[in-house]
């Protein structure tokens, strides 16, 4: 029997579609792949519609979703040798059609549930009897408010099962221990680390180099730990000392509160690891800050800062690094009356669509079954698939993972003193 192809389920299924959004992440391929060869080999049709939910939003009467275009058909031939290639065979994009649903409630307005209504009108279109949604929180609320519309419809509706599969190098998901393409990330940003530690080091010179991981630190830790860095801060440490509390008007007249960090303390936590390293004959080092400090920023930093569609400050554009870079090398200054170069760098992007190690994609693979395994086995939806330990599959319900009246995510932080986070001080620079 442990050598038999695996058992045959009953299903009604006919075609399902993949859909991919939000950001890249190493071993999206290999999820694709394998959730779609699992339905194949069941004799179900699966399409691949391309870039998230951007051509499915644009469907309409004088807009019919075209192959090659919308959507490819996803076959033996086309997913030859894809397991553990690079980037995503079917695109992305972060179109979001429930960008106006906050709330259960908004699910009765037909003018915010428009977006959603037309992208089921749209995968009902093309015949599909099940969706495969891949991506991170906001792509998993996404799913989840899709699946509520669905309920509202009358009883003799068709009805598309939804079931997702997690996706985000940062790591910090409810509900699953590692995310698809977080160590392969991680390792790229550490090889990044290791190489700047270097060019430091003949120079005498530091980097600050930010790190993607918006809401949490996994990145910007797993990269430091495995890159030698000399100190990394996310948003788990900016507690006690190291966080303050402001307020201000915003652009709609509101006041507003909102933590943020004291900006000099952290300036001064940074300086104090350069001159422990000084004492230890090391003129040079890396340190890694995790790109959702500047969340953290006193609003005067923010000014001027763009917003996307999910409410997110348009990073980037912060320039975290470069403007601890300059703050850090002025302090630097003050407290020791030496000069010592200070560069900043953002990192990340380079990260997204490496070659996947072999972890990612065995991690990867497990998810695309799961999705299959979900829907055709278990006969569920309005799940996500999770992976613990060796690769056992779970099925977490979306609302254990909702908010059931924000209808928001909640995010996975590094537990504070938990021995993830407290090998990393282990490791760096130690301070007096």
């Known amino acids: 029997m442990t050598l038999d192809r695996p ?7 006919k075609r399902v579609a993949i859909l991919f959004a939000g950001g890249p992440a190493p071993a999206a391929n290999a999820v694709i792949s394998t959730a779609a060869t699992s339905f194949l080999r069941s004799g179900v049709e699966v399409l691949g519609i391309k870039h998230g939910y951007s051509n499915l939003m644009a469907f309409g009467p004088d807009r019919e979703l075209k192959e090659g275009e919308d959507y490819v058909v996803l076959n033996h031939k086309a997913l030859k040798r894809t397991r553990n290639g690079q980037g995503i065979i079917i695109g992305t994009a972060r179109a979001n059609p429930g960008k106006q649903i906050s709330h259960p409630a908004d699910l009765d307005d037909p003018e915010k549930a428009q977006p959603l209504k037309t992208v089921y009108e749209a995968l009902c279109s093309l015949g599909v009897d099940a969706l495969i949604s891949i991506g991170g929180d906001d792509t998993l609320k996404t799913a989840n408010k899709f699946s509520m519309y669905q309920e509202r419809l009358p009883d003799d509706a068709h009805r598309i099962p939804v079931v997702h599969l997690p996706k985000t190098i940062d790591n910090d998901y409810m509900g699953i221990d590692f995310t698809f393409g977080y160590f392969t990330a991680a390792d790229t940003l550490a090889t990044e ?4 530690l270097h060019d430091g080091d003949a120079g005498q010179a530091y980097f600050i180099a930010e790190t993607m991981g918006r809401s949490a630190g996994w990145l910007a830790y797993g990269a430091a730990i495995a890159g030698e860095a000399s100190l990394v801060i996310s948003v788990e440490d900016i507690t006690g000392a190291y966080r303050e509390e402001e307020t201000y008007t915003d652009a709609d007249g509101n006041e507003v509160t909102r933590p943020t960090m004291n900006v000099a303390k952290v300036v001064d936590r940074i300086v104090r690891t350069m001159t422990a390293r000084d004492k230890e004959g090391k003129k040079y080092g890396v340190i890694v800050l ?3 400090l500047a969340e953290f920023l006193p609003q005067s ?6 917003r996307d569609d999910h409410g997110h400050i348009a990073i980037s554009d912060v320039d975290l690094g470069r403007r601890f870079a300059k703050l850090v090398s002025q302090r630097y200054k003050e407290v020791t009356g030496e000069s010592r170069k200070v560069n900043g760098l953002q990192l990340g992007y380079e990260a997204r669509c490496a070659a996947p190690n072999a972890f990612d994609v065995m991690l990867g693979c497990q998810l695309g079954v799961g999705a299959y395994r979900a829907l055709v086995e278990e006969k569920l939806s309005a799940i996500m698939v999770s992976v613990t330990g060796q690769l056992e599959l779970h099925y977490v319900p979306f609302s254990q993972l909702v908010d059931p009246d924000s209808l928001v995510t909640v995010v996975r932080y590094i537990e504070p003193n938990s021995d993830f986070h ?3 001080r282990f490791l760096e ?4």
């Open 422 to 424: 407290r090998l990393a």
């Open 290 to 292: 995790a790109e959702g």
């Open 193 to 196: 680390i290791r190489n700047l």
């Open 429 to 432: 620079t130690y301070v007096d």
């Open 301 to 306: 930093y923010l000014a001027g800062i763009k």
């Open 7 to 13: 058992t045959a389920h009953a299903h009604n299924f």
